[in-house]
């Protein structure tokens, strides 16, 4: 199932709407003293709409992904405006400033930072005219989101394996991409060395256990896509790691969202279309003739079926953010 015009189109309006949309919002956020009692808006003047800071970041990302796609999209007057409105020295600088108060080292770690590369790399890869000013701009803080995620894999003993916002797998995968996108060799260097560390010697995951009732990743599914990119012998590795695939019906069948109102449940959209991604990676990197290509290509298309129709027009509770997962599952 191909990404079509019209599903791009109808996927951008989704942040269009919602990057500027303030309330309701879930942040997350430390105060150091009385004068940290301040809206959205205020503490995040770029990254305050979308519910809250990270999806905001991939609302953006988003935006441009869909551009790649299809330049000609009908909103894209819109974009440009919305980047040209929000993306500023004074707010990027805003942003930066919120990273680098006392006690919020953890702020956004690590789903954030891969996200907010994912931005800078499509900001980079974007053949708009506007995009080097813009990612120009982002640039001090994106440099200093780098810098935090070397710093983290170098004192993280153990690798966060829940399939939520702390999962170090998903946010390797995006750091990894942007690394090699911009020839960044440390970054690339510290995340192999990272990957290897927390991964290298799994075997038989017990991916039964998935899912978590409020999952919207996979562990076991991002660790294998992200060994995926750094792993010398990718078929042996995968083979020790989830030796009975196919055999794993809580892995290779979709989750049932049974209330997609609630914020929590809701996540299981998102679950279904990260699954897809990472199904779609994991049968790329094996040999074709490998046995389990036929079962992920089935898994691929259960899992599209389960969850691609409840993108748009999506309740808020998932529409603030699903529609980035969509484009995932659909490349």
Not at 54 to 68: K, T
Not at 91 to 99: G, P, Q, S
Not at 224 to 243: C, E, H
Request: include cysteine.
């Amino acid at each position: 199932m191909p990404l079509s015009p019209l599903q791009a189109e109808a996927f951008a309006n989704m942040p269009l709407t919602f990057l500027r949309q303030e309330y309701p919002n879930h942040i997350m956020h430390l105060l150091n003293d009385d004068a940290d009692v301040l809206p959205p808006r205020e503490l995040h003047p770029i990254f305050y709409g979308c519910f809250d800071w990270h999806s905001a970041v991939h609302g953006y990302w988003l935006l441009l992904r869909c551009l790649r796609r299809y330049p000609e999209l009908p909103s894209r007057d819109a974009i440009i405006d919305l980047f040209d409105e929000h993306f500023s020295e004074a707010n990027v600088a805003r942003e930066l400033a919120y990273f680098n108060a006392p006690f919020r080292a953890s702020f956004e770690r690590p789903y954030g930072y891969g996200w907010l590369l994912a931005l800078a790399q499509e900001l980079a890869e974007s053949t708009l005219p506007q995009a080097k000013r813009w990612s120009a701009l982002l640039e001090p803080l994106t440099q200093d989101i780098r810098t935090r995620l070397i710093g983290y894999l170098e004192k993280l003993t153990y690798p966060i394996r829940v399939g939520t916002h702390y999962n170090t797998a998903f946010a390797l995968a995006l750091g990894l991409d942007y690394a090699r996108s911009c020839g960044d060799e440390v970054l690339e260097a510290a995340i192999i060395d990272g990957a290897n560390r927390f991964y290298l010697q799994d075997v038989d995951y017990p991916a039964h256990y998935e899912p978590g009732g409020d999952e919207y990743v996979s562990g076991a599914l991002c660790e294998a896509l992200l060994m995926s990119q750094v792993s010398g012998d990718f078929p042996a590795w995968f083979d020790r790691y989830l030796p009975r695939l196919a055999s794993i019906d809580a892995l290779m069948q979709p989750a049932t969202v049974s209330d997609r109102t609630d914020p929590k449940i809701a996540h299981l959209d998102g679950l279904n279309l990260s699954r897809t991604w990472c199904f779609k990676r994991i049968a790329a990197a094996l040999p074709a003739e490998h046995p389990v290509q036929q079962p992920l290509h089935q898994a691929i298309a259960r899992h599209l079926d389960a969850s691609i129709e409840h993108v748009v027009g999506s309740h808020y509770s998932g529409g603030h953010w699903l529609a980035s997962f969509a484009m995932l599952a659909l490349e």
